[in-house]
């Protein structure tokens, strides 16, 4: 089993910058892959960002050059560096973590709202 907890978010102006992130705690050996991913009002939730163990990361159209996906291995931790936020960010965000076998582990997410 794998616990994840997010932290951050809240509000920021257009142009602003927020940092979330995730504290990772159990089985964490069995990681491959952590991801964020939000769900805006009334929309699927998407994949925002990935970063696998060997370092590689990929995001979504939409958030290349403003957002950054990074991981703390002392504090098993991952984080989301915000940056140029616009409004259409404003969603919930989700960190979820893949560990072989597959299994998918989900954190209960935190609001990001961007408005002047």
Known sequence: Q???VESGGGLAQPGGSLRLSCTVSGRIFEIFAMNWYRQAPGKQRELVATLTNDGSTNYVD???GRF???RDNAENMVSLQ?????AEDTAVYYCNVAAYGP???WGQGVNVTVSA
């Open 82 to 86: 915000m940056n140029s936020l616009k």
């Open 62 to 64: 939409s958030v290349k």
């Open 103 to 105: 299994s998918y582990y």
């Open 2 to 4: 794998v616990q994840v």
């Open 68 to 70: 950054t996906i990074s």
